[in-house]
């Protein structure tokens, strides 16, 4: 479920972090539910004994099952099944038990395995809700134990650090971008941008040109606004941040206006859709969002997206930077996001068990070539270099992309607080009062501002 726009849509709920085989449509009450679950189960799970959850005791012959889960699609859970039957190859005495399904009911089982101490063992996290669980107890503290993280990328490594000490190692990594279909760019006679040099005005002009010069109905780019992902780059490049590190937020509302008013500008110059057009397409599935239906030139999108919109373009995609106000890399404030974490249950009866099985998904060459780049681009650089020549062309794209930015990253975000699942679902619905006319930018921000402030203050 991609952060970013598709088809012509605004972007939508995801998970860097998310893969992008997933279904893409994704109702944000879901999210909201999800949070309220979080939060309601806190007394229940700080009032948890050591008693534990999770699996039954080591048998009496030494024999340990664990409870694995995670979200995904049919190819995620092959790839990760096959992945398993390879540890247990090396370790015959410990039996992992999958647990998985799609994102739009994981959060909800989750919260209430949590509430119940039912929950996995191994847990797939994702960024939005990894404070809020570890905050309440619930995550194990992996510094504890023997997973190696020297060959991990710091700031992905910092991104699963917390009060609680490291309750997330990353799965995989990608970065914010812009996607673009040359094909649209050569039938408009236009040139593609040179995205080391390109300012927002820059984005503004090609998108208007491509949309000028192209069949009604297709436009230059597809809009931003409803994911945390575009606005944090907005706000990084004027020296702001969604997050401070005590998990607050990290700008006024003048500078979300800012974020809307461009996004009018570039809506009303017909670069990106016209405010009806983004909301029809706000349900669109990704092989009919506008980039892969020829109906975009560019979009925003994570960057190990990439392979399944090339598969549904039917054609190369190009990576670009996103644009910045200066016209230089250094300045457009790009990131390594973690695209999701391995993370324990605090209640795991097998604590040294599950921390081997962690260590082997992140560090051992062996589930790297069976893993690929289905969760991101490896965050163990060794890992990514054994296994950089099985990857599919698409995928090596990506990870060429993730290398080349590595001298132009800007530090990495604080993480999301607790209750940060409900603040894309704000800036959604806010973004649509502000396309509609329904609210000028300066009444949007302060609305926005301050439901953001209760979300994560609550």
């Known amino acids: 479920m991609p952060l970013f726009p598709k088809g012509g849509a605004v972007a939508r709920a995801a998970s860097p972090e998310t893969p992008a085989q997933e279904p893409k449509a994704r109702k944000s009450g879901r999210k909201l539910r999800a949070s309220a679950i979080i939060a309601a189960t806190a007394a229940a799970v700080l009032a948890l004994s050591a008693c534990g959850g999770g699996s039954e005791a080591k048998s009496a012959d030494g024999k340990v ?21 390879a540890f247990e190859a090396e370790n015959p005495n410990i039996t992992i038990k999958a647990e998985y399904g799609d994102w739009s009911g994981y959060w909800d089982k989750l919260a209430t395995q ?10 797939q996290m994702d960024e939005k809700y990894i404070t809020e669980y570890s905050s309440r107890g619930a995550l194990l503290d992996l510094s504890k134990y ?30 914010a971008t812009i996607l673009a279909n040359p094909a649209v760019f050569k039938a408009a006679g236009v040139e593609l941008p040179d995205d080391k040099t390109w300012t927002w005005d820059d984005f503004e002009r090609i998108a208007a040109e491509v949309t000028e010069k192209s069949p009604k109905g297709t436009y230059g780019a597809a809009a931003y606004g409803t994911d945390e992902a575009s606005l944090d780059v907005w706000l990084r490049q004027n ?3 969604l997050y401070t ?20 500008k570039l809506s009303e110059k017909k670069a990106v859709p016209s405010a009806s057009e983004i909301i029809e397409a706000e349900a669109a599935p990704l092989d009919q969002s506008g980039l892969a239906t020829g109906k975009n030139g560019m979009a925003f999108w994570w960057s190990n997206q990439l392979p399944a919109l090339e598969k549904a373009s039917g054609g190369e995609l190009e990576i670009l930077r996103f644009p910045s106000k200066t016209g230089k890399a250094e300045d457009v404030g790009l990131w390594y996001k973690a695209s999701q974490f391995w993370s324990a249950s605090s209640r795991t009866k097998h ?3 599950a921390a081997k099985f962690i260590d082997f998904l992140t560090n051992n060459v062996k589930a790297g070539e069976i893993l690929l780049a289905d969760r991101g681009v490896y965050p163990n650089s060794d890992v990514r270099e054994a296994i950089k020549t099985k990857l599919a062309p698409a995928d090596t ?3 060429d992309f993730i290398s080349e930015i590595q001298p132009e990253l800007g530090e990495a975000p604080a993480a999301p607080p607790k209750g940060a699942g409900a603040i894309q679902e704000i800036i959604k619905r806010y973004t649509s009062e ?5 609210l000028s930018t300066e009444e949007a921000g302060k609305k926005a501002s301050d439901e953001m402030k209760s979300a994560i203050g609550a």
């Not at 979200?71 to 096959?82: I, N, P, S, V």
């Not at 949590?114 to 847990?123: G, Q």
């Not at 590190?245 to 003048?254: I, N, Q």
């Open 397 to 399: 794209k990506v990870v």
């Open 434 to 438: 502000v396309l509609f006319n329904r």
């Open 245 to 264: 590190e005590d998990g607050k937020l990290g700008f006024e509302p003048s500078d979300i206006a800012g974020y809307w008013d461009n996004l009018k």
């Open 239 to 241: 020296g702001k941040s």
């Open 65 to 85: 099952e664990l409870r694995f889960s995670w979200w995904g699609g049919d190819k995620r859970a092959q790839l990760t099944q096959e992945a398993i039957k």
């Open 146 to 175: 023997q997973i190696d993280t020297s060959k991990l990328d710091e700031a992905a490594l910092n991104a699963g650090k917390g009060p609680k000490g490291l309750t997330g190692i990353a799965a995989g990594i990608n970065a």
């Open 351 to 353: 604590p040294e068990e």
């Open 114 to 123: 949590v509430a119940a101490n039912d929950a996995p063992d191994i847990i």
